[in-house]
């Protein structure tokens, strides 16, 4: 764990070279999962559980724990979580992952991009009615990810003994906490976590969606909120703490999988909602496209915006996907969807 950290530092530090640019004639189209006609719902979360089957390749030193191409994945996501959450590289480096999982599905049968999940769609109104987000196609028990878990009683100050507690404090609107009780992932066990644990340790996907929650982050105001930031460094420091949190909380509320800022992948709805995450920033860059194309700032270490342990990052910074999927590239390589190594584009943007 310690060598992996530092090489990620290394990296950061120094850069990455990455692969010759290619020209990008057929991009990918990344679609919002009501724009998916029933069928190709049903081949996403096959090609996503053909992920769970496929044999990992990755070092059994770097994540002995895992037992799948799915925990590869989810075992680099978990060793660099540290280093890329509230830093000015969370955004680059979630998008080289969503692009790298998305190039990973074509070898599972999906034909396209990853779908994204719109939270404008599923947020509850003023009248605080929560039907339309638990009613969300996204959680269809036969064409979706399934609902929540049972219901298990709790808070921060008081959780269940021998449960995982993610947000250090109270989820006020949560409503369930178990395992996934429904749906195509029904009963889905992680071999990896809960935290930062990458040795096997077979658990249980748990949720506890909290609608309001959810609609308070990552709703509609919070979505224009975030369009309305001048410049990256802004942009970036707010919206990982509102939209981006928002469909950690909405799904994972006090006990569940999504809120585990290591772990949360291992819950199939990560991807969409990362996805969305990625169209966010995109439809933030678009409004500026030849100024924020080049925008990037944040800090080296969690939490430092006063830059008084380190500096900022810059577009020169690598980013390293992990020994798992062996990316490399510095961020300047990743501040446009069509260029580089990326090659994708979304059906709408905000």
Request: hydrophobic share 35%; aromatic share 12%; net charge neutral.
């Amino acid at each position: 764990m310690v060598a992996i950290t530092s090489l990620w530092t290394a990296v950061l530090l120094a850069g990455v070279a990455v692969s010759e640019a290619k020209s990008c004639k057929k991009p990918f189209i990344r679609r919002e999962w009501r724009s998916l006609s029933v069928k190709e719902r049903d081949q996403y979360i096959k090609a996503q559980k053909c992920l769970m089957k496929k044999p990992p390749q990755s070092s059994t030193v770097d994540i002995p724990g895992a037992r799948s191409r799915w925990d590869d994945f989810l075992g680099t996501h978990i060793i660099n979580a540290d280093d890329v959450h509230f830093t000015g590289v969370f955004y680059p480096y979630h998008r080289l992952l969503m692009y790298s999982y998305e190039q990973e599905l074509q070898t599972c049968g999906w034909k396209g991009g990853v779908p994204y999940w719109d939270w404008t769609l599923d947020a509850a109104g003023p009248d605080n009615d929560t039907s339309v987000f638990v009613n969300s196609p996204i959680f269809d028990n036969k064409h979706g990810f399934g609902g929540n878990g049972a219901w298990i009683p709790g808070n921060f100050s008081n959780p269940e003994p021998g449960l995982p507690v993610n947000p250090p404090w109270d989820v006020p609107d949560r409503s369930g906490g178990d395992c996934i009780k429904s749906g195509p992932f029904s009963g889905l066990k992680s071999n990896l976590g809960p935290g930062n644990g990458t040795a096997y340790n077979p658990n249980c996907i748990r949720r506890d969606f909290a609608p309001l929650s959810f609609r308070d982050k990552s709703g509609p105001a919070a979505v224009e909120d975030g369009m309305q930031q001048g410049d990256f460094g802004h942009f970036d420091r707010l919206t990982q703490s509102t939209t981006h949190s928002g469909g950690h909380w909405g799904v994972g509320g006090l006990y569940g999988t999504m809120t585990d800022k290591w772990q949360s992948p291992a819950d199939p709805l990560f991807w969409v909602h990362h996805a969305n995450v990625d169209r966010f920033w995109w439809s933030w860059q678009i409004r500026d496209l030849k100024k924020r194309e080049k925008d990037i700032s944040g800090p080296l270490v969690n939490f430092d915006y006063n830059n008084e342990a380190a500096g900022n990052v810059t577009l020169d910074h690598g980013i390293f996907i992990g020994e798992t999927v062996k990316l490399k590239a510095k961020v300047k390589d990743v501040m446009h969807i069509k260029k580089g190594l990326l090659c994708y584009e979304y059906e709408d943007t905000y």
